[in-house]
């Protein structure tokens, strides 16, 4: 088995390296950014994959990555977890569905409510102890999900016709098209903007950019949050108009 991730504040990363060492100790977790993935699932005929769940959909970034290498799904068993702040009806089941289309077997799916990486808008944020009560949920989760797989009854949270109504009419019917093409919305505040060039290295999209020592963005962001949650003077912003709480797993362990 392998784990592929996609991961913004390392909520997903954190669930499938868990899910991983608890199914095998052998098994890893690769990020789709990683050069190595492709090869590591070549060898693999178990997929489990992780991400965090955009407006009840996939990140356009990991959505590109499936159809990009689409030669490479045809027959795997695939396994998916969908990490989320709150809702999101079929997070798991519409990866299944693509990975399906290109010959994929989705063998069961995981639904994992994890501290919320939007670090922009107030009425997401949850008071730390409540984060950290999250994850410990999760964490069980993840080790009841592990035995059930291997006791041949896996998970099936998120995949099936009533969880898909769940997800288009909670929510992609609304919001859905915000995933469908990379945003250009991020804002850089450029009287507080450093130019430190943090919010370069660690976008996966290439978006950032330092010019005359301040941040640019372009119209490449998969909408991740991983710039924003680390910029050291709360610089960007991008559905909110404010940083209310930057974010990342490691403060919630
Ligand atoms: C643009 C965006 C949209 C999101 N939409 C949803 C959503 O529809 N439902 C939900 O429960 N959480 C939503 N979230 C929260 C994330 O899915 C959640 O915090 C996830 O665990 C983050 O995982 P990561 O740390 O691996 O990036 C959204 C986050 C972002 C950045």
């Known amino acids: 088995m392998v784990g592929i991730y996609f991961s913004g504040t390392g909520n997903s990363k954190y669930a499938v390296e868990l899910f991983c060492s608890e199914y095998n100790k052998d098994s890893r977790a690769y990020s789709i950014e990683d050069d190595e993935a492709l090869t590591a699932i070549k060898e ?9 769940v955009q407006f009840s959909t ?3 970034i990991l959505r590109d990555y499936i159809t990009d290498h689409k030669a490479l799904w045809m027959n795997k068993k695939v396994f998916l977890i969908a990490t989320m702040g709150l809702f999101s009806g079929d997070g798991a089941g519409i990866l299944g569905r693509l990975l ?31 984060n950290k009560e999250l994850v410990k949920q999760a964490e069980q989760k993840i080790k009841e999900s592990v035995n ?11 995949m099936g016709p009533l969880y898909r109504l769940a997800g288009f009419f909670g929510q992609r019917a609304y ?24 919010c370069e290295k660690v976008c996966p999209m290439g978006n950032m950019a330092i010019k005359d020592k301040k941040a640019v963005s372009s119209d490449r962001c998969t909408m991740c ?4 949650n680390i910029c050291p003077n709360q610089a960007l912003t991008l559905l909110g108009k404010r940083v209310v709480e930057q974010c990342g797993i490691e403060k919630y362990r």
């Open 44 to 52: 693999s005929d178990l997929i489990v994959f992780a991400y965090p």
């Open 58 to 60: 996939i990140p356009k």
């Open 100 to 130: 399906k289309k290109h010959g994929a077997k989705p063998v069961g799916g995981l639904h994992l409510k994890m501290p919320d990486s939007i670090a922009d808008e107030k009425a997401l944020k949850r008071p730390l102890q409540k």
């Open 148 to 158: 059930r797989l291997k006791a041949g009854n896996p998970t099936k949270e998120g």
């Open 175 to 198: 919001f859905g098209h915000k995933t469908k093409a990379y945003s250009s919305k991020l804002k850089v505040d450029t009287d507080s903007c450093i130019g430190c060039g943090k």
């Open 225 to 228: 949050y991983r710039c924003i």
